[in-house]
């Protein structure tokens, strides 16, 4: 019988796993607590944004390895630096989700869960 070999943790995947679950539950609730419609659209707005922090950190992370897929950034951020497009990016996307309204407010929060899980388990 062979020893059974643990699998190194991936720390990265762990820790976006927690935030995942912090913006779903934000998620979960801005859709289906009886609020207004405002309270819906502040909780779609804080799980988009937490979202967007923690892509934002990976992104730093990627860059500085040369492994970034976001082609706006760049592999090595060369074309536009981290900390210019995130900023921007979340303005841009708490701006659309006020004019806009909650539905696309929380197909943005979803394609960024989306994202952010992507980059997880990818290495």
């Given at each position: 019988?062979?020893?059974?070999?643990?699998?190194?943790?991936?720390?990265?995947?762990?820790?976006?796993?927690?935030?995942?679950?912090?913006?779903?539950?934000?998620?979960?609730?801005?859709?289906?607590?009886?609020?207004?419609?405002?309270?819906?659209?502040a909780t779609l707005a804080?799980?988009?944004?937490?979202?967007?922090?923690?892509?934002?950190?990976?992104?730093?992370?990627?860059?500085?390895?040369?492994?970034?897929?976001?082609?706006?950034?760049?592999?090595?951020?060369?074309?536009?630096?981290?900390?210019?497009?995130?900023?921007?990016?979340?303005?841009?996307?708490?701006?659309?989700?006020?004019?806009?309204?909650?539905?696309?407010?929380?197909?943005?929060?979803?394609?960024?869960?989306?994202v952010v899980l992507?980059?997880?388990?990818?290495?």
């Amino acid at each position: 019988m062979q020893p059974e070999v643990s699998r190194p943790r991936n720390r990265r995947f762990e820790i976006v796993a927690v935030w995942l679950g912090w913006a779903a539950l934000m998620f979960w609730l801005g859709a289906t607590c009886g609020c207004t419609p405002r309270q819906r659209k502040a909780t779609l707005a804080a799980s988009s944004t937490t979202l967007l922090a923690v892509d934002w950190k990976m992104s730093s992370d990627y860059t500085g390895e040369c492994r970034e897929m976001n082609p706006m950034i760049g592999e090595c951020g060369q074309r536009v630096p981290v900390n210019l497009y995130f900023p921007v990016v979340i303005a841009a996307n708490l701006a659309l989700g006020y004019f806009l309204g909650e539905a696309p407010l929380g197909v943005m929060t979803g394609l960024e869960g989306h994202v952010v899980l992507r980059n997880a388990t990818t290495d």
